[in-house]
């Protein structure tokens, strides 16, 4: 059960981050649409997140011999950082995207020092996103190896 929850997990991760964020881009002229539909589908993806780090390192912590100690404590650090990676991107970082998003007129395109920072954020954020996707599958491969 926890290795299929891990998986279910990671793959959602790379689903959304690797295949379809990047196809909306891909497939609308409206980027500011693509950029909505992104975005809601990030935030989904966030909740996802919380709620599977929960329940796998609940999973985890009770599952008897199947770790020893050592193998335990690294799964719930892998899985105790890629929450965190959601924290800080999704509740820390996003909010300020929002904000500037919100300072552009309907219409118009972003410009200047709000494109730049806009960008830089949204590079920080698509860093912390790929971090936690190597980390996915250092998880993956670690329920796989459990007893």
């Known amino acids: ?5 891990a998986t279910l997990w990671v793959g959602s991760l790379w689903t959304i981050g690797y295949m379809v964020a990047p196809t909306l881009f891909a497939t609308l002229e409206d980027r500011a649409l693509a950029g909505t539909i992104a975005g809601r589908l990030f935030a989904i993806e966030a909740w996802v997140t919380v709620v599977c780090a929960v329940l796998l390192a609940l999973l985890v912590a009770r599952a008897g011999a199947a770790f020893d100690q050592r193998q335990r404590k690294q799964v719930l ?13 999704h ?16 219409g118009a ?3 200047g020092e709000i494109q730049a ?17 190597v980390l996915g599958l250092v998880l993956v491969l670690k329920l796989y190896q459990a007893k």
């Not at 650090?77 to 991107?89: E, F, H, K, P």
């Not at 509740?91 to 309907?106: D, T």
């Open 1 to 5: 059960m926890r290795a299929v929850l």
């Open 77 to 89: 650090i892998v899985i105790g950082v890629m929450l965190l990676c959601t924290l800080v991107s």
């Open 91 to 106: 509740f820390g970082i996003q909010p300020y995207m929002a904000e500037l998003r919100a300072a552009v007129a309907p």
């Open 109 to 111: 395109s972003m410009a």
């Open 117 to 133: 920072r806009f960008g830089r954020l949204h590079g920080v954020s698509s860093a912390i996103y790929m971090v936690q996707s």
